[in-house]
């Protein structure tokens, strides 16, 4: 699709055709019985990964394998919150790398993803999380990322309505990453399908893997709900149920599922300019373009492949921004859900080589695996096709489990996880 598909004398012509003629943004194909590669989940890592293979590594005969429908799981379903403020090197660089790509990304793919880059705030509400935010802010400047620590004064002109004395959990300071905001899930997952789809990529949705078939020591097919689907390699991204498929698969994952939930209020006017953070009461909350407030918070206790949420979360949650943002009392909820996300002992996501010699896997995102969708699918693209890690995932590959080179980001995840 051109960028004339979407233009002002088209939109006047498909209109006067009555809405009747326009092309799909991509085919819902029949499987064909073989592959060069197949990627497992339709997700925005998923879809991205087949994007980036075909786009910039050459790949062709691609298929992406969906149970559902794209981006029905965790990409449809988070808070939309992107920012690069990690703090070991490593994962700067990666994390920082797909909000560049992010940057990119209308320009390259020809898709709006309403990037907002209205700026990332974490409060600081105590000394201790004033020296880690220092501390952060420091490491990010010597790794070339820009984070500040802005004073409380300013917190409060930023946001009107916060609390700021409150009396248990006072704003003192906040860090803020100004390149950091939100961007419309969806149109991610969208975009990448758009333009995989136009490089050739088979998305086959309503498609459920099941299991695998074997030619010494390596998978031949494919098992799924729409037939045997024969292929030379395969990628996996999907996420909170990446243990399901190791299993099917013969191996084990460091990765327990857990169900993270989030909601959303009934539109009201613009009063929120930046996302916001508050770690000592575990929430966070953001506006949309619409005016609905997203608001998320901790991770459920339990291990679960439910996708679904419930009431304690949701008055832990509503209490904590009512607390901090006691106006926003007035609005109703309007929407309340779960995903299940994959959480890894040192919060990094896993990427690379599996024990079976031709399955590649991208798992381990956790709570905040929506920010790295650009980066995730570049780097396991990068070793689909040329069999070695991506130099920016070099030292995020499963073996790291055995070594115990671990890459502890728990402290920069956001939602501890
Ligand atoms: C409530 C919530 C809030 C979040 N907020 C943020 C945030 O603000 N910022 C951020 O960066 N991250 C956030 N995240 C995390 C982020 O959403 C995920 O890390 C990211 O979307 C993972 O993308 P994915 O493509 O790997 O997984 P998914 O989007 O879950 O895609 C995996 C796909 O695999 C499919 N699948 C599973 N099993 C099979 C099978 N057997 N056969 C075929 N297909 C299969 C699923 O149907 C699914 O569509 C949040 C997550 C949740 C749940």
Not at 17 to 22: E, I, L, M, Q
Not at 148 to 167: N, S
Request: charged share 20%; net charge positive.
């Amino acid at each position: 699709m051109s960028w004339k598909d979407y233009s002002f004398g088209s939109l006047v012509r498909h209109a006067i055709g009555g809405n009747r003629h326009w092309r799909q943004a991509w085919r819902s194909p029949e499987p064909r019985p073989r592959y060069d590669t197949v990627i497992i989940g339709g997700g925005g890592h998923g879809l991205a990964t087949a994007y980036y293979l075909a786009n910039r590594y050459g790949g062709s005969n691609i298929a992406v394998l969906e149970r559902g429908w794209i981006g029905g799981g965790n990409t449809g379903r988070n808070t939309t919150n992107v920012r690069s403020d990690y703090m070991f090197s490593e994962s700067a660089a990666m994390y920082d790398e797909s909000l560049r790509l992010y940057e990119e990304f209308a320009r390259e793919l020809n898709f709006n993803i309403m990037l907002s880059q209205r700026g990332w705030v974490t409060l600081i509400h105590d000394r201790h999380q004033a020296d880690a935010a220092r501390h952060k802010a420091n490491w990010m400047r010597c790794n070339g990322i820009d984070g500040e620590i802005v004073a409380a004064d300013e917190v409060a002109r930023m946001f009107p309505m916060l609390r700021i004395e409150h009396p248990r959990f006072p704003v003192i300071g906040a860090f803020l990453q100004r390149r950091g905001g939100t961007i419309r899930h969806d149109a991610v997952a969208w975009g990448y399908a758009r333009a995989a789809d136009r490089h050739g990529v088979d998305i086959i949705q309503n498609c459920e893997v099941q299991g695998f078939d074997w030619d010494k020591g390596a998978i031949s097919a494919i098992r799924t709900s729409r037939g045997r689907i024969g292929c030379a390699r395969v990628g996996m991204a999907v996420a909170g149920h990446s243990s399901v498929i190791a299993e099917m698969a013969g191996f084990r994952l460091p990765v327990t599922s857990r169900c993270l939930q989030a909601m959303v209020s009934e539109p009201i006017r613009p009063v929120l300019d930046y996302a916001v953070l508050s770690p000592a009461t575990g929430i966070y909350v953001n506006q949309t373009q619409k005016g609905e407030l997203v608001m998320g918070g901790m991770l459920d206790p339990g291990q679960s492949y439910g996708q679904r949420g419930n009431f304690p979360t949701i008055e832990k949650v509503i209490a904590a921004v009512v607390e901090m943002f006691p106006l926003f009392g007035q609005a109703r909820l309007m929407r309340h859900w779960a995903g299940i996300v994959d959480i890894v002992p040192d919060s990094s996501p896993i990427i690379g080589a599996t024990p079976v010699r031709n399955l590649f896997i991208n798992c381990g995102w956790g709570t905040g695996g929506f920010k790295a969708i650009p980066v995730g699918g570049l780097m396991l693209a990068h070793v689909l096709a040329k069999g070695t890690p991506h130099p920016l995932a070099e030292r995020f590959g499963l073996e790291r489990f055995h070594s115990n080179r671990l890459v502890d980001e728990g402290a920069a995840s956001g939602i501890a996880h």
